[in-house]
T-cell receptor, first 120, second 107 residues
Framework: QVQLVESGGGVVQPGRSLRLSCAASGFTFSDYALHWVRQAPGKGLEWVAF??????????ADSVKGRFTISRDNSKNTLFLQMNSLRAEDTAVYFCARGFGSGSYVHDYWGQGTLVTVSS | DIQMTQSPSSLSASVGDRVTITCRTSQSISSHLTWHQHKPGKAPKLLIYATSSLQSGVPSRFSGSGSGTDFTLTISSLQPEDFATYYC?????????FGGGTKVEIK
C-alpha cells in the first residue's frame, strides 16, 4: 500500500533553516510528481510546492518562493523540502502528497504530516 | 491566482442527513475540482477528483457535481465516520488553491 512518512519537523528560531523529508513506499516513486502542502494552526490547507517525477519542473507558492526549495532523490524514494529564512507564519503541519491525474495536480495520497514551529 | 469560496464554513447535521457543500471559483476551471476529507491528526483523504470521479475505496454516498465555476459535494446519508472537515481544491493551475474548509459536526 502507498505510504508517505514525513520527518524533520521541530522548533526553530526565526531566520534559521530546517529540512523536511518524506519517505515513500508502496509505489514506483520515480513515476510520480509530488507536493508539499501545509496547515497552520487553526487554519485550512495551503499548497506549498510541486516537483515533477524527474525533478526537472518545480513550482512554488508566492509565500515561500525564494526561501524554500523542493527536491527529490529517486534512488532513495525520498522527497525533501529545504526551508530557509523561516518566519513565524511558516509555523504549520507540513504534509507531503503524491500527484495524480491531469498535470499531476490531484493529491491522491497524503502523509500524516510533521509539525514545524518557528518561534524565538 | 484562482480564489476558492467554500460554503458553509461549518454545519451541524445528524446521522442519516443529506449534506451539501458548495465551492465557487474565481474563474473557470473546467472540471478540475477535487474534494478532500480531513480529520484531526490524520492524513487528508482524497474523496473525489475531476469534479465527479469517486476515488477508489470511497463510499458511494459521496458524490460531486458542477462545472466551470460552481461545484458541489453531496453526502447522501451522513454516517458517524463522516464527521470531519472537507476541502475543495482546484487542480487546474498553479498555484494550487484550496477552499477554506467546511467542518461537519454532530447535531
Amino acid at each position: 500500500q502507498v505510504q508517505l512518512v514525513e520527518s524533520g519537523g521541530g522548533v526553530v528560531q526565526p531566520g534559521r533553516s530546517l529540512r523536511l523529508s518524506c519517505a515513500a513506499s508502496g509505489f514506483t516513486f520515480s513515476d510520480y510528481a509530488l507536493h508539499w502542502v501545509r496547515q497552520a494552526p487553526g487554519k485550512g490547507l495551503e499548497w506549498v510546492a510541486f516537483i515533477s517525477y524527474d525533478g526537472t519542473n518545480k513550482y512554488y507558492a508566492d509565500s515561500v518562493k525564494g526561501r524554500f526549495t523542493i527536491s527529490r532523490d529517486n534512488s532513495k524514494n525520498t522527497l525533501f523540502l529545504q526551508m530557509n529564512s523561516l518566519r513565524a507564519e511558516d509555523t504549520a503541519v507540513y504534509f507531503c502528497a503524491r500527484g495524480f491525474g491531469s498535470g499531476s495536480y490531484v493529491h491522491d495520497y497524503w502523509g500524516q504530516g510533521t509539525l514545524v514551529t518557528v518561534s524565538s | 491566482d484562482i480564489q476558492m469560496t467554500q460554503s458553509p464554513s461549518s454545519l451541524s447535521a445528524s446521522v442519516g442527513d443529506r449534506v451539501t457543500i458548495t465551492c465557487r471559483t474565481s474563474q473557470s476551471i473546467s472540471s478540475h475540482l477535487t474534494w478532500h476529507q480531513h480529520k484531526p491528526g490524520k492524513a487528508p483523504k482524497l474523496l473525489i477528483y475531476a469534479t465527479s470521479s469517486l476515488q477508489s475505496g470511497v463510499p458511494s454516498r459521496f458524490s460531486g457535481s458542477g462545472s466551470g465555476t460552481d461545484f458541489t459535494l453531496t453526502i447522501s446519508s451522513l454516517q458517524p465516520e463522516d464527521f470531519a472537515t472537507y476541502y475543495c481544491q482546484q487542480s487546474y493551475s498553479t498555484p494550487l488553491t484550496f477552499g477554506g474548509g467546511t467542518k461537519v459536526e454532530i447535531k
